[in-house]
């Protein structure tokens, strides 16, 4: 069975640019989340999907940060204009559904100078 | 909100030897789930063993295995004869019983396991 795919695994941009992650869960996965994992830190969910629907994204800086998850597969995360602070891992997980497992995917390390 | 904490930034143990991260929890609820999440240096988190809040009995998964105190609400693990590859960050999380839009992992700030040799 493959994993949860993510990709770029690394990028690096200047402050105020703009960056797109892309992800594709499990096949069949019905539930998406996006973490975001600041060094030092656990992840913080950023926002959940369930199928195409958006479930919570309370924590999502809306501002600056968009998601997709168009016909319910694949994901983007946006982030537009980057800041310094956004340097961070983000993570990938999908789930069958909202009572199993989540897998993770390998993330996408950003780095903003 | 509920909250995790993860006091040992760091441990050691020796190859083959036994260590237990510690981890405490701040809920209302009553009904939840606890996992222990590795993450190695390739960044993936990997599931290590869940614990249903409901349920008495501690889980084990081979090597690894849990001492669950719901009145402390404690969740610590215990690896038991340790090997290299179990170096990683470890991470303890929990999640409520899903009601629609609640199921994120809240997660601890994680211990950084070292094995040595």
């Known amino acids: 069975e493959a994993g949860v795919a993510q990709s770029p695994r690394y990028k690096i941009i200047e402050k105020r640019q703009s960056v797109a992650f892309w992800c594709n869960p499990i096949?069949?996965?019905?539930?998406l989340y996006w973490y975001q994992q600041i060094l030092g830190q656990g992840p913080k969910l950023l926002i959940q999907?369930?199928?195409?629907?958006?479930?919570?994204d309370s924590q999502l800086p809306k501002d600056r940060f968009s998601a997709e998850r168009l016909k319910g597969v694949d994901s983007t995360l946006k982030i537009q204009p980057a800041k310094l602070e956004d340097s961070a891992v983000y993570l990938c997980?999908?789930?069958?559904?909202?009572?199993?497992?989540?897998?993770f995917g390998q993330g996408t390390r950003l780095t903003v100078v | 909100a509920q909250t995790v904490t993860q006091s040992q930034p760091e441990m050691s143990v020796q190859e083959a030897e036994t260590v237990t991260l510690s981890c405490t929890y701040d809920?209302?609820?009553?009904?939840?789930?606890l996992f222990w999440y590795k993450q190695p240096p390739s960044r993936q988190m990997i599931l290590v063993i869940r614990?249903?809040?409901?349920?008495?009995q501690n889980a084990t998964e081979n090597r690894f295995s849990v001492n669950f105190q719901k009145a402390a609400k404690s969740f610590s693990l215990k690896i038991s004869d340790s090997q290299l590859g179990d170096a990683a960050m470890y991470f303890c999380?929990?999640?409520?019983?899903?009601?629609?839009?609640?199921?994120?992992?809240?997660f601890g700030t994680g211990t950084r396991l070292t094995i040595i040799p």
């Open positions: 999380a929990y999640r409520s019983v899903a009601n629609f839009g609640n199921e994120k992992l809240t």
């Open positions: 809920t209302s609820e009553s009904d939840y789930y």
């Open positions: 614990q249903e809040a409901y349920k008495q």
């Open positions: 999907f369930q199928n195409n629907g958006v479930v919570d």
């Open positions: 096949s069949g996965h019905a539930t």
């Open positions: 997980a999908s789930s069958i559904d909202r009572n199993t497992e989540a897998f």
